[in-house]
C-alpha cells in the first residue's frame, strides 16, 4: 500500500520532468541556449517546492491515505513507520531528473 502512494507520487515527478524537457528543448531548438537554461532554473525552483509541498500534505495526512488501504489498526500502525521512511527517501528520486 505504501508503495502504491509512493509510486503516484512519482508520476507527479516524471509529467514535471517530461514538461521540462520539452519546455527546454524547445528553446535549445530555437537556438536560445541562455532562455533553456533560465527555463532549467526556474522548473528547477519550481520542482523543488512542488515536491517537497507534496510530500509535506502526504505526510500530515499519511494515517488516513494508509486507511484507504485497509482498515487493520496493526497494519495502520506499521505502514506509518515505514511510510515516514518512504517518504524520505522518495525525494532523491523524485529529483532525479533534474540535476
Do not use: H, R
Amino acid at each position: 500500500m505504501v508503495i502504491n502512494l509512493v509510486a503516484v507520487i512519482w508520476m507527479v515527478s516524471v509529467g514535471l520532468q517530461q514538461a521540462a524537457s520539452s519546455s527546454i528543448g524547445q528553446q535549445i531548438g530555437k537556438g536560445d541556449v541562455k532562455k533553456a537554461g533560465e527555463y532549467y532554473n526556474v522548473l528547477n525552483k519550481i520542482a523543488v517546492i512542488l515536491f517537497l509541498a507534496v510530500l509535506v500534505i502526504v505526510y500530515i495526512f499519511k494515517t488516513n491515505l494508509i486507511m484507504l488501504f485497509t482498515g487493520n489498526k496493526e497494519i495502520i500502525t506499521m505502514s506509518t513507520a515505514v511510510f515516514c521512511i518512504a517518504l524520505v527517501g522518495t525525494f532523491p528520486d523524485l529529483m532525479l531528473g533534474y540535476q
